[in-house]
C-alpha cells in the first residue's frame, strides 16, 4: 500500500525559510514521480512543484518560481520541498502527492491527474 508523509511545516516569519519533507512507503514501479499541492484557508488548492522520478529538476507554479526548490534523495524515498523568501500568502496546508500517470510531471501538473496523497502539513508565515 502506497503512503506518502509530509514532515516539515511551522510557523516562520517573512523572508524566512523552510524544509518540507514527503516520504514515501510502498511506492511501486508504476508511480511516476512527487507533486506538492497547497490550500490555503478559503482557496481552492493548488500545484506548487513537482518532479518526475527520473528527472533532477522540478516543474515550479510562478507564484514560487525561484524562491521554492524541489529534490529527490531516492536512498531515502524522500522528496524534499526547499522554500526561501516565504510570504504570508505562502501560508498554507502542503500536501505531496503522486501519479500512475507519467505525463502528469510536467509544467502543468493537474490535480486531478494525482491519486494517493499525504495528510498535509502547516505552513504559516506570519510576524
Known amino acids: 500500500q502506497v503512503q506518502l508523509v509530509e514532515s516539515g511545516g511551522g510557523l516562520v516569519q517573512p523572508g524566512g525559510s523552510l524544509r518540507l519533507s514527503c516520504t514515501a512507503t510502498g511506492l511501486t514501479p508504476d508511480y511516476y514521480g512527487i507533486a506538492w499541492f497547497r490550500q490555503g484557508s478559503g482557496k481552492e488548492r493548488e500545484g506548487v512543484s513537482c518532479?518526475?522520478?527520473?528527472?533532477?529538476?522540478?516543474y515550479y507554479a510562478r507564484s514560487v518560481e525561484g524562491r521554492f526548490t524541489i529534490s529527490r534523495d531516492d536512498a531515502k524515498n524522500t522528496v524534499y520541498l526547499q522554500m526561501t523568501n516565504l510570504k504570508p500568502e505562502d501560508t498554507a496546508v502542503y500536501y505531496c502527492a503522486t501519479s500512475r500517470f507519467d505525463y502528469a510531471f510536467g509544467p502543468v501538473f493537474k490535480e486531478a491527474l494525482f491519486n494517493i496523497w499525504g495528510q498535509g502539513t502547516q505552513v504559516t508565515v506570519s510576524s
Open positions: 518532479i518526475h522520478k527520473s528527472d533532477d529538476f522540478g
